[in-house]
C-alpha cells in the first residue's frame, strides 16, 4: 500500500461545478498536511495548508481527519483556470510524502 | 528574486553518460532537496541537503549522488545513466525540514536517457 493515495482521476467538470478530492495516508504520526497545485510541465506549488479544524481559502475548503486518516480539497465554483493535477502532501518527523496527484479538467 | 532555479532544463543522455544538474536557490535557505517525478509515482525524494556540506539519502537514492559544497547550491549527479533514469527531476528548497515548511521548487529538468 502506499504512503499517500489519492484517485488518479482525470475529474471532467463544467465551469461552475463543485469537485471534491480526498487523499489517504498510512502513517498515523503524520503531522502536517497540504494540497500543492501542478500545472502541466510545470513545478508544483504550494496551494494550501490543511489544518486539523478546516480551512478555506476563497474557494477552495481543506478538510483532515485524522480518525479516518484522509484529507480533503473541495473546490466550488469552478474556473477553467483550476484545471490542473492536485498533490497532497503528508509529512512527519523530517519526512515529506507526495500523492501522485488528481488530475482535474474544467470545461466551458 | 528568481528562487529556485535549475539547470538543464532539458538534456538526452545515452546509457553509461554522465550528468550533472544543478539546483541554485537565493533565499537563503537551509534546507535543499532533489526528487524525480514519474507518471503514476507521484515525486520521489532521491537525495536532501539540511545544510552546506550536509547530504542525507532519501527514499530513491541508487545511482545518484550529491554534494552541497556552497549553501545555495546542490547538485546532482548521474555518473552511469541508465534508461529507469529517464524522468522530470524537481530540485526544492525550504527553509526547515520540519512538517510545518513549505517547498519552493525548481521548473524542473527532463532528463532522457537512450
Known amino acids: 500500500r502506499k504512503e499517500v493515495e489519492q484517485d488518479p482521476g482525470p475529474f471532467n467538470v463544467p465551469e461552475g461545478a463543485t469537485v471534491a478530492f480526498n487523499c489517504t495516508y498510512s502513517?498515523?504520526?503524520?503531522?502536517?498536511f497540504f494540497w500543492y497545485r501542478q500545472d502541466c510541465r510545470k513545478e508544483p506549488k504550494l496551494l494550501m495548508s490543511?489544518?486539523?479544524s478546516g480551512n478555506e481559502d476563497g474557494r477552495f475548503t481543506a478538510q483532515l481527519n485524522r480518525a479516518s486518516q484522509y484529507i480533503s480539497l473541495l473546490i466550488r465554483d469552478s474556473k477553467l483556470s483550476d484545471s490542473a493535477t492536485y498533490l497532497c502532501?503528508?509529512?512527519?518527523?523530517?519526512?515529506?510524502?507526495f500523492g501522485a496527484g488528481t488530475r482535474l479538467t474544467v470545461k466551458p | 528574486n528568481a528562487g529556485v532555479t535549475q539547470t538543464p532544463k532539458f538534456r538526452v543522455l545515452k546509457t553509461g553518460q554522465s550528468m550533472t544538474l544543478l539546483c541554485a536557490q537565493d533565499?537563503?535557505?537551509?534546507?535543499m532537496y532533489w526528487y524525480r517525478q514519474d507518471p503514476g509515482m507521484g515525486l520521489r525524494l532521491i537525495h536532501y541537503s539540511v545544510g552546506e556540506g550536509t547530504t542525507a539519502k532519501g527514499e530513491v537514492p541508487d545511482g545518484y549522488n550529491v554534494s552541497r559544497l556552497k549553501k545555495q547550491n546542490f547538485l546532482l549527479g548521474l555518473e552511469s545513466a541508465a534508461p529507469s533514469q529517464t524522468s522530470v527531476y524537481f530540485c526544492?528548497?525550504?527553509?526547515?525540514?520540519?512538517?510545518?515548511?513549505?517547498?519552493?521548487f525548481g521548473a524542473g529538468s527532463r532528463l532522457t536517457v537512450l
Open positions: 490543511v489544518y486539523s
Open positions: 502532501v503528508v509529512t512527519g518527523n523530517n519526512d515529506m510524502r
Open positions: 502513517n498515523s504520526a503524520s503531522q502536517s
Open positions: 526544492a528548497s525550504s527553509r526547515t525540514i520540519s512538517g510545518a515548511n513549505v517547498l519552493t
Open positions: 533565499m537563503n535557505h537551509e534546507y
